[in-house]
């Protein structure tokens, strides 16, 4: 693999954490491993490996865009990556209510929705990890 694969890699572990990307590799078949490949060099190897932004800045504005663009398949994912790049619960408020105003009520309204279903899985596995 390439320089830049490798360091999309390592971002991506970073951000949506090991577990994550073990099961999306575990998944990949030939027929969509030159996609996979791709999006690691290009999104995560190029633009999230970028300093030019935070990690935390980045999270904010892909959870806007996606809701923004209603992308919402990806939104828990985003939201669970959160827990990684830095934005806060408080953080991902204030993005959906931007949302609100430049996207509409009805799509920040399901982003909403899918950020506090993410949320409380997050806070019930936090619980069961403490048991």
């Known amino acids: 693999m390439s320089k830049k694969y490798d360091r ?11 577990a ?12 969509d491993q030159p996609f996979q490949e791709l999006i690691t060099e290009s999104a995560w190897g190029t633009v999230w490996a970028s300093d030019a932004i935070t ?3 980045r999270s904010m504005l892909t959870l806007a865009i996606l ?4 992308n919402f398949n990806e939104i828990p994912m985003h939201i669970r ?3 990684n790049t830095g934005a806060t619960r408080e953080d991902i408020c204030e993005v959906f ?6 996207a509409g009520v009805p799509t920040a309204n399901h982003a909403i929705q899918l950020a506090k279903a ?10 069961a990890a403490e048991d």
Do not use: C, N, P, W
């Open 97 to 102: 209510q931007h949302v609100t105003i430049y």
């Open 20 to 31: 994550h990307v073990d099961r999306s590799q575990a998944k990949q078949t030939a027929f």
């Open 8 to 18: 999309g890699e390592a971002v991506r572990r970073k951000v949506l954490g090991d």
């Open 67 to 70: 809701a923004a663009t209603k």
């Open 118 to 127: 993410t949320f409380a899985e997050m806070d019930a596995e936090a619980e």
């Open 55 to 57: 990690l935390r800045e």
């Open 81 to 83: 990556a959160t827990a």
